[in-house]
């Protein structure tokens, strides 16, 4: 009997084995059940850092001058080292000081590679604005030089047309664009007009021989309307012709209707003395970062485009080669005996001058070039262009070109030319300015 029970109960573990591996069996038999997903929520990626540029945030209102250079800051507390030079910006600083000129700016530029020399711009009272690229003052008579190239170039005059003339000193009448023999008592070439700056001679002349349309296009071809190629932003210059014959002969003379920032009439006259070739302009040879890695290194001098005909440009020299040795830049480039300032060296240039209607400020330019043609003795003499602007109150100091004359002479000087010396080394009363 307790044997048999034994037994059955050993059959019974036996059975209940079994049946948990026939369970066993038929579980792994049977379709397999997923388990529930684990969502994981990934935090996005943080944008790459933009990639600034390395001529982006360079601030020539705030130019630092060091014994080694001239520096200005750039973005995110990168520095932009110059290609100024340090000794003619403190020259061209002083000057704007000593003379209390109430707004100036001047530039200095090296003909053969487009290097920007001297950037300064100076506000007696006021904020640091970029003077030298604003292009808010009036191109006054310096838009002769656009003028003068369209009548050389597009209506095939040159420098020896001759053209009569009467009235037209301060404004343009209609009656001074009509030839009259009988009032007409003056006569000029076009050269003669040039340095001298005579409104009736171009606004006749571009009249009868030039179209709205030709002008327009030859200012488009010196940057009107354009940022000058230049390292950092430019504010183009402006143009507009009335739509009378009246309002485009003032306009092609130089009376209103046109904007030009000091930058863009240095780059003018480089144009002029490069025979007709637009270069690109740098004032940056280098930007460094903040942990003193080169980002950015200038590159090698370069054109732009083809302005005007390399026969164009030589007559334009020649005509503005007028207005220093017997125009209206005489007085200022040569002393009480005729003597010039600059003995051995030819400048080309062209004065502006305006007075606005609305405040009474009194504008003037210079813009030029220097050697205008090779010193004797000496061709390799570097060539450099110049602008200046001087914006004065009814009571004013000085004008643009004896500013332009200083800076030149403080270049020359430095160059070791024979009998150039800078203003410094003079007595005080040849720098002294005379209303002209």
């Known amino acids: 009997m307790r044997r048999a029970l034994l037994s059955a109960a050993v059959v019974a573990a036996l059975g209940c084995g079994a049946f948990f591996l026939l369970r066993a069996h038929h579980a792994s038999m049977a379709p397999a059940v997923p388990a529930p997903a684990v969502v994981t929520t990934l935090r996005p990626l943080p944008p790459p850092p933009l990639a600034v540029p390395a001529l982006s945030g360079i601030d020539l209102a705030h130019?630092?001058?060091?014994?080694?250079?001239?520096?200005?800051?750039?973005?995110?507390?990168?520095?932009?080292?110059?290609?100024?030079?340090?000794?003619?910006q403190r020259a061209a600083e002083h000057l704007m000081t000593v003379h209390h000129v109430p707004e100036a700016a001047m530039v200095l530029v090296d003909v053969a590679t487009g290097r920007v020399l001297t950037y300064a711009s100076h506000l007696e009272?006021?904020?640091?604005?970029?003077?030298?690229?604003?292009?808010t003052a009036p191109s006054a008579s310096v838009f002769k030089i656009i003028t003068g190239a369209a009548l050389i170039e597009d209506a095939g005059l040159t420098p020896d047309t001759r053209q009569c003339?009467?009235?037209?000193?301060?404004?343009?009448?209609?009656?001074?664009?009509?030839?009259?023999?009988?009032?007409?008592?003056?006569?000029?070439?076009?050269?003669?007009?040039?340095?001298?700056?005579?409104?009736?001679?171009?606004?006749?002349?571009?009249?009868r021989d030039l179209k709205p349309a030709v002008l327009e296009a030859m200012a488009e071809?010196?940057?009107?309307?354009?940022?000058v190629p230049f390292d950092v932003a430019v504010q183009p210059s402006a143009l507009h012709f009335p739509n009378d014959d009246l309002g485009f002969a003032r306009t092609a003379a130089g009376f209103w209707n046109s904007t030009l920032s000091p930058l863009e009439a240095a780059w003018m006259s480089t144009i002029v003395a490069r025979g007709g070739d637009a270069p690109r302009l740098s004032i940056v040879s280098e930007v460094v970062g903040d942990k003193g890695g080169v980002l950015y290194s200038e590159p090698e001098p370069s054109s732009v485009r083809r302005a005007i005909q390399r026969d164009t440009a030589q007559a334009l020299t020649k005509m503005m080669e007028v207005t220093v040795a017997e125009g209206t830049s005489y007085r200022a480039f040569h002393d009480a005996h005729g003597t010039s300032f600059l003995p051995g060296i030819s400048v080309a240039g062209k004065t502006g001058t305006l007075t606005s209607a609305s405040d009474k400020r009194f504008y003037t330019w210079f813009t030029g070039f220097a050697p205008s043609r090779p010193v004797q003795g000496d061709s390799k003499v570097p060539q450099v262009a110049v602008a200046v602007l001087v914006v004065n109150e009814p009571t004013w100091h000085v004008k643009a070109n004896v500013l332009a004359r200083e800076l030149l002479r403080e270049y020359f000087a430095r160059e070791n030319l024979p009998g150039v010396t800078a203003p410094s080394q003079r007595s005080p009363a040849s720098s002294i300015a005379r209303r002209q």
Not at 125 to 135: K, S
Not at 177 to 194: F, H, I
């Open 165 to 207: 003339y009467s009235g037209g000193e301060q404004k343009i009448l209609p009656s001074d664009l009509e030839d009259d023999e009988r009032r007409d008592r003056w006569c000029t070439t076009l050269a003669g007009a040039m340095g001298h700056s005579t409104n009736a001679v171009f606004a006749k002349l571009a009249l």
């Open 63 to 88: 130019i630092a001058l060091g014994d080694d250079g001239a520096t200005a800051p750039a973005a995110i507390h990168r520095i932009a080292r110059l290609t100024i030079n340090p000794e003619l």
């Open 125 to 135: 009272h006021g904020d640091n604005r970029d003077l030298c690229a604003e292009a």
């Open 221 to 227: 071809r010196f940057g009107y309307g354009d940022p």
